[in-house]
């Protein structure tokens, strides 16, 4: 991989972060109402009224009487030095609130792409390799399952198997009152897990799926993969070293989006089971004006997205120079 191309792909992600900072700093500014009437009692069901100290930490960081140029001059200056400002509603750094939120939703989000992406992939080309055409069955039911929206599976699987059936936990991350350190904490924590991490496997492994029997297909038709059969190679060995190997990079170039989606999925699967993750807190930001708390978990996950795409664009840079 030349150094040409290296320098053009830090340039176009470095215009990402650029726009993904702009938005960090306009998009909380749009929405309706003041994170100070909040802090008032507007609307939250205080009546005490707020002392200056409160609002000192707004004050220093947004400075709302300033000249918008001005506000996001300062921004920009607090991130160089790694300062997200001060949660409003939690009265503590909102690094601190986002660093205690992502080990939750990393919990549900690794395990879903290493299994979604492994019984997709499995499922794909197994479909892509039966005879007749017989893979092609399946297509409309993962279509059908990829066309239900997560929130909505979340909710249906809750009701169901969490308030109807009671196998599972409805809410929460663990049983109120069971601490760390605890006897059986950690299997009480895996019991609450397994819900919204079987919704987020299940709504990603149509995609995957569909997209490696595609993809299976396209290599299998391939003069070289006939020229292997008629050569009379074993077809365990076509498989894996023919077919698979050979889907592999347009694979990985479409699993980033999955690695992004996935973490959009664990947002709303996150706000309906009451997981203590980034969506959960984004819903306590969003209710509360909490504008720092808001830019600063925008920011992250907007970098998050950033990160991702600029690995795999380097991974299948270096395979398609290589080929």
Known sequence: MSLKKILLIIAKYAAYLCLVIV????????IPGSPLNVLAGEGSGYTEMVPAALLEPFEQYFAPTEPMHVQFFRYVRNLCHF???????????????????????LQLTIPTIVISTVLGLL???????????RGALLVPPLLTLQSIPTFLMGALAQIVLAYRLRIFPAIGSVTPGVLPGDEGYFLDMLEHMILPLSILIVSEIPAIAI???NSTLRVKSM???AFAHYMNIEPSKIRWQYIVRNIMPDFLGRLNIQVVTCIVGSLFVETIFTYPGVGSLLRHAINYRDY???QGILL?????GVIVNFIFDIINTRLASKS
Request: glycine share 6%; aromatic share 10%.
């Open 211 to 213: 997209f490696s029997y």
């Open 23 to 30: 938005i960090s700093f306009v998009l909380p500014r749009l």
């Open 83 to 105: 300062d997200l400002g001060i949660s409003l509603s939690h009265r503590t750094p909102v690094a601190d609130r986002i660093a205690v939120s992502i080990r939750w939703t």
């Open 123 to 133: 499922l794909g080309v197994s479909m892509g390799l039966m005879k007749k055409k």
């Open 300 to 304: 992250i996950c907007s970098l998050y």
């Open 292 to 294: 720092t708390l808001m």
């Open 223 to 225: 003069p070289y993969v």
